[in-house]
């Protein structure tokens, strides 16, 4: 069970200074180290991106620039790359820019299976721009199993038969910060995750999740595990990013976008 102190981070996350609107989004690289991995990973840097939801007046060849600069092995997405499909497009084609010597791979956001009108027309998008959609596969890579889930809205998430004995290191990409309900054994050693935001508008740590907002608009029960930000679930480890654009209101207020560089050391 969480301490009261891990309930608050939970969701009560802790408030950047920025206010952002879609002519000024820079996101800011997070950087941070796995020493717990196998030593066959280390050296190996993960970039993760999710929720660009591109729009006009936005500059994604900088987001790009930045990702590239650090030269990642492998690149992971987390979906909503816009809400509309001609933006969506776009952004498909700049991420295929990048090249990862490990491949790019990806899962469908919510907002990705509405601009499309369906997983298919998104998959053939993505394979043009050698990216790997996951949707409810898995796939070896070296050292890793690389494994995604779909969408939690409009699809049918299934983690059953993702991971195996023996896979090496698991990760799990979800657009939803929801954790599969899978046996210990075989649970992931990190799973990525985007869809909130970080609240999108975070005021002392209040953000629209802290009161459930997302329950009120499509009536169903959502049980995300957090808003934002590294937690820990036994031997899990869960990152839920605030992800780079925004949805509804082209606005954030006291959530900065961020990009991940993961990296095994």
Known sequence: MPNNRQTVRRFFPRMDACICVPQNVEPALRHFALSDAPQSLRGIKLAFATDFHLRGHMRPERWMEQIASESPDMLLLGGDLADQRTWAERMIALLGEIRPPLGTYAVPGNNDFEAFGGICSLRAA????????????????NNFTIAGVDEYKHGIPDAGGLFHPGDGYRILLSH????????????????????????????????????????????????YHHVSGWMAEGSTRILVSKGIGMSRIPLRIGVRPEIHLIEFT
């Open 176 to 223: 939803f910060p929801i954790l599969p309900a899978l046996p210990h054994t075989l649970m992931p050693q990190l799973v990525l995750c985007g869809h909130t935001h970080g609240g999108q508008f975070n005021l002392l740590g209040l953000t629209p999740y802290a009161i459930g907002f997302e329950r009120f608009l499509s009536g169903k029960e959502t049980a």
């Open 126 to 141: 993505c394979e043009r721009a050698n990216i790997r959609l996951l949707v409810n596969e898995s796939v070896r890579v």
